[in-house]
């Protein structure tokens, strides 16, 4: 479970990201953000693990509250992807996927990179479990496709079988067959840990197909918070301005902008 209460975000040169935010995402919800470019979707996800400290309000990741102090503990249970991998790209997928775990090894193994058997083990089996093959395990991150690096992306997220996955646009760098399976993969995964996702998007198909429940930002507001079937087009336009259409719903941002 995951709670909002009040969320503002100022930054020090004034502006304001985020205002007013309440939210509760019970246990296992996949929770989708949208909004246009510069809504507060990817401030907002940053708060849960601490890398935007919030200006007021308070949030909460199983009943503890973020803070500074309990970031220590928290961080280990939150487990993020990202919109271009963000993997070491000159490293191993094995090494890749456990880096994830690194928040819970001592400072000496982490320099050293030095993981115990359970987490290899795991690290081996969340390899299999997204889709790639054992031979990729020694394999170098920037040999494999972009959606294969995002398969390694997804496995290091969940490999301390986090309670909340932080997804900040995990198919933008992606063709729509690829992002669809990126993201039923991600759904599945989640869903087996019962993990609660929160997850940006600017895809509002995929958003309505895949979501529990669509969570949309207007300059920093909650400006629409209900079911996918309920994000209709009124909707959609309200959110996103009168540029959006019927035919427009269907397309992602770079598509209409080549379009
Ligand atoms: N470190 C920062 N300092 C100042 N302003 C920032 C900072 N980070 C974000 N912002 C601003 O906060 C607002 C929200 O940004 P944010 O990145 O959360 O939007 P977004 O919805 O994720 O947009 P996009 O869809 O383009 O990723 C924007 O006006 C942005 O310029
Ligand atoms: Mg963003």
Redesign the pocket.
Known sequence: MLTFENIGKQ???G?V?LEGVNLHVPKGQFCVVL??????????LRTVNGLVEPTNGAIAVGGVPVTRKTLPAIRPRIGMIHQQFNLVLRASVGVNVLAGALPAVSNWRALLMLFPKHLREKACGLVDEVGLQAEHLHRRASDLSGGQQQRVGIARAFILDPSVVLA??PVASLDPKISRDILALLKAESRERNATVLC?L?QIDLARHFADRIVA?RN?RVAFDGLPDDFDEGVASDIYGDSISGSLIKATPRQRAVA
């Open positions: 930054f020090p040169d502006t990201a909004g246009p470019s510069g809504a507060g979707k990817s401030t907002l900040d646009e940006s600017h930002l920093g």
